[in-house]
T-cell receptor, first 119, second 115 residues
């Protein structure tokens, strides 16, 4: 079974500053994928970034980067130069890698972190 | 990115009636779609995996007869909440993958209110 833990129910950051959202995971799979999604108040789920367990380099997508520490089983999201529009709920999620066998690639989500960007 | 369209975005229904929610993949074929439920200020909980041409796979604790899933084509999955009750009021959202190892694309979600 896979488990995602997000220990920060809420975070505050000043506009233009960087913020780190924590995510730790637990799995017995040898290969897996880690995702971050943003959910604004409208409810839509917006994909931000992906990290494969065998990727040697940390993933980056624009202002988003993933601090992947495999030994610690952590996959923290770093948002640089925060903007007011970044205020939203952020979910860390995990999925078995396709080569783990089977076609079951459903996502397991953490409880989320509500980020508020202050002007 | 790929587009998943979900309809309706909001629905209010009377207790005891049934509600159908549609999830369409607009520019790709999806043999598998997923249905999630989200209560206010909580995370997404997977309800079931919708498989094209075969029966859906339900997660433990989800009533199959209450949440009917039909995946009749490669681009459409439907979730029907039967005999809805106020406790079924929630945010329902679907997702699909374009390929085997890509991110999941989500529909816009449906906010169901049962009165």
């Amino acid at each position: 079974a896979q488990k995602i833990t997000q220990t920060q129910p809420g975070m505050f950051v000043q506009e233009k500053e960087a913020v780190t959202l924590d995510c730790t995971y637990d799995t017995s799979d040898q290969s897996y994928g880690l995702f971050w999604y943003k959910q604004p108040s409208s409810g839509e789920m917006i994909f931000l970034i992906y990290q494969g367990s065998y990727d040697e380099q940390n993933a980056t997508e624009g202002r988003y980067s993933l601090n992947f520490q495999k030994a610690r089983k952590s996959a923290n999201l770093v948002i640089s130069a925060s903007q007011l529009g970044d205020s939203a709920m952020y979910f860390c999620a995990m999925r078995p890698h396709i080569n783990s066998g089977g076609s079951n690639y459903k996502l397991t989500f953490g409880k989320g972190t509500l980020l508020t960007v202050n002007p | 990115g790929a587009v998943v369209s979900q309809h309706p975005s909001r629905v209010i229904c009377k207790s005891g009636t049934s509600v159908k929610i549609e999830c369409r993949s607009l520019d790709f074929q999806a043999t598998t779609m997923f249905w999630y439920r989200q209560f206010p200020k909580q995370s997404l909980m997977l309800m079931a995996t919708s498989n094209e041409g075969s029966k859906a796979t339900y997660e433990q604790g989800v009533e199959k007869d209450k949440f009917l899933i039909n995946h009749a084509s490669l681009t459409l999955s439907t979730l029907t909440v039967t005999s809805a009750h106020p406790e079924d009021s929630s945010f329902y959202i679907c997702s699909a993958n374009v390929g085997r190892d890509t991110e999941a694309f989500f529909g816009q979600g449906t906010r169901l209110t049962v009165v």
